[in-house]
């Protein structure tokens, strides 16, 4: 019997993987799902890590660095393998190459996590809705991350879920969000695109910043998300929360660098924004990966309470030419590494830690911040 005929589940179940995609409940769109966790050390606090851009082919020596920083769930956020696949046969194979990375495989039947996708794992390089094998994608997605046969996550338009932790008597909801399958084509500046080779040469040899050639769509037309997820994310918003994570496979908060991210849709990023203050959903830090470098980008809108945006990428992707952010407010770390989000319940003034560490452990970057300064002013 081939293993694509096996119930997965039940291969989930027999290898001892702990992706907690089990359990979903049926319907089109439940509420977030109840996420348990083990006992934690300690119980006013949560630390969740994150990471993305892991390829395959490479050896992966980051797992030690995240299991020795003991988080309490990892999340995925995506380019979790390079399928780059243009036939099914290919998308096959990438994945069980995938399962062969025993460091990774070992450290998922370990650690409890989640995942969404990016370009590279839902097919290609920079690729959206347009892509030909995208419901292929999705079944596979699903398969390899432990979806039940029953989850909402195989019969929506997109991976999209979210999640809740009770800690401490709060409330963390995970939202994890698909940025991909219902995307609009990029629009990219061909002179630039054409302008490449030239452009990475004066960068590499003169140190200087390098911006991708994708232009921002004004088109009202324009989507990320889709309407089924724009609908689904409202009534995720609406849900009591004390902390939301925001998982956003490519950057949210970072403007003018030209690669991918929410500032080609600038009418999306304004709607997700507007959602937010509708909903009056406080607490919300957005964790986001696709660079091949670590920051941290700080939005500051009239909309809104300031918006935090944590890139960690990569896993073992690394891009060491300077990127133009304008919304930059750390350095950037140019070396392997992972995030981490810690949340200190303990105390009147709950607080979150994020964090870039790299593959030895060292924290390279973080940034402090109460749980008041995600909350909006009062009238
Ligand atoms: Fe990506």
Redesign the pocket.
């Given at each position: 019997m081939k293993p694509a005929q096996l119930d997965r589940r039940q291969l989930m179940l027999a290898a001892g993987l702990a992706a907690v995609g089990a359990g979903a409940q049926a319907g089109a769109n439940p509420g977030s799902r109840p996420l348990t966790l083990g006992t934690p050390a300690d119980p006013q606090l949560l630390r969740i890590a994150f990471g993305s851009c892991a390829k395959q082919s490479k050896p992966q020596p980051i797992w030690a660095a995240v299991r020795a920083a003991r988080p309490e769930l990892f999340l995925f956020l995506?380019?979790n393998l390079y399928a780059d696949a243009r036939d099914a046969d290919t998308l096959r194979q990438r994945y069980a190459e995938f399962r062969r990375v025993e460091a990774l495989q070992s450290f998922r039947r370990d650690v409890p996590h989640l995942a969404i996708w990016?370009?590279?794992d839902f097919g290609d390089d920079d690729v959206g809705g347009e892509y030909p094998l995208k419901a292929l994608s999705q079944q596979l997605f699903c398969d390899e991350w432990g979806e039940a046969p029953d989850s909402p996550r195989r019969t929506r338009p997109g991976i999209y879920e979210a999640y809740r932790i009770e800690r401490a008597g709060r409330s963390v909801q995970v939202l994890m969000l698909d940025l991909r399958f219902n995307r609009t084509a990029l629009v990219a500046d061909p002179a630039l695109k054409q302008g490449y080779a030239a452009m990475y040469a004066k960068s590499k040899l003169g140190g200087g910043a390098m911006k991708g050639w994708y232009l921002p769509n004004l088109d009202p037309a324009a989507t990320l998300l889709g309407e089924a997820q724009w609908a689904w994310l409202a009534e995720r918003l609406a849900e009591p929360a004390d902390v939301r994570i925001l998982c956003s496979?490519?950057q949210l908060a970072a403007e003018g660098t030209g690669w991918?991210g929410w500032s080609n849709f600038p009418l999306e990023r304004q709607r997700l924004v507007d959602l937010i203050r509708e909903k009056r959903a406080e607490g919300v830090v957005v964790v986001s990966g696709?660079m091949h470098y670590a920051d941290l980008s700080r939005w500051d809108t009239p909309a809104c309470y300031p918006l935090w945006d944590l890139t960690s990428s990569g896993l073992t992707e690394v891009w060491d030419i300077p990127t133009p952010n304008s919304r930059r407010v750390s350095e950037v770390f140019a070396g392997v590494n992972f995030g981490l989000v810690d949340i200190d319940f303990a105390g009147p003034s709950p607080s979150l830690t994020l964090s870039i560490r790299d593959v030895k452990g060292d924290t390279r970057l973080q940034q402090r911040l109460s749980l008041d300064q995600l909350r909006f002013p009062k009238a």
């Amino acid at each position: 019997m081939k293993p694509a005929q096996l119930d997965r589940r039940q291969l989930m179940l027999a290898a001892g993987l702990a992706a907690v995609g089990a359990g979903a409940q049926a319907g089109a769109n439940p509420g977030s799902r109840p996420l348990t966790l083990g006992t934690p050390a300690d119980p006013q606090l949560l630390r969740i890590a994150f990471g993305s851009c892991a390829k395959q082919s490479k050896p992966q020596p980051i797992w030690a660095a995240v299991r020795a920083a003991r988080p309490e769930l990892f999340l995925f956020l995506g380019d979790n393998l390079y399928a780059d696949a243009r036939d099914a046969d290919t998308l096959r194979q990438r994945y069980a190459e995938f399962r062969r990375v025993e460091a990774l495989q070992s450290f998922r039947r370990d650690v409890p996590h989640l995942a969404i996708w990016d370009d590279h794992d839902f097919g290609d390089d920079d690729v959206g809705g347009e892509y030909p094998l995208k419901a292929l994608s999705q079944q596979l997605f699903c398969d390899e991350w432990g979806e039940a046969p029953d989850s909402p996550r195989r019969t929506r338009p997109g991976i999209y879920e979210a999640y809740r932790i009770e800690r401490a008597g709060r409330s963390v909801q995970v939202l994890m969000l698909d940025l991909r399958f219902n995307r609009t084509a990029l629009v990219a500046d061909p002179a630039l695109k054409q302008g490449y080779a030239a452009m990475y040469a004066k960068s590499k040899l003169g140190g200087g910043a390098m911006k991708g050639w994708y232009l921002p769509n004004l088109d009202p037309a324009a989507t990320l998300l889709g309407e089924a997820q724009w609908a689904w994310l409202a009534e995720r918003l609406a849900e009591p929360a004390d902390v939301r994570i925001l998982c956003s496979s490519v950057q949210l908060a970072a403007e003018g660098t030209g690669w991918e991210g929410w500032s080609n849709f600038p009418l999306e990023r304004q709607r997700l924004v507007d959602l937010i203050r509708e909903k009056r959903a406080e607490g919300v830090v957005v964790v986001s990966g696709d660079m091949h470098y670590a920051d941290l980008s700080r939005w500051d809108t009239p909309a809104c309470y300031p918006l935090w945006d944590l890139t960690s990428s990569g896993l073992t992707e690394v891009w060491d030419i300077p990127t133009p952010n304008s919304r930059r407010v750390s350095e950037v770390f140019a070396g392997v590494n992972f995030g981490l989000v810690d949340i200190d319940f303990a105390g009147p003034s709950p607080s979150l830690t994020l964090s870039i560490r790299d593959v030895k452990g060292d924290t390279r970057l973080q940034q402090r911040l109460s749980l008041d300064q995600l909350r909006f002013p009062k009238a």
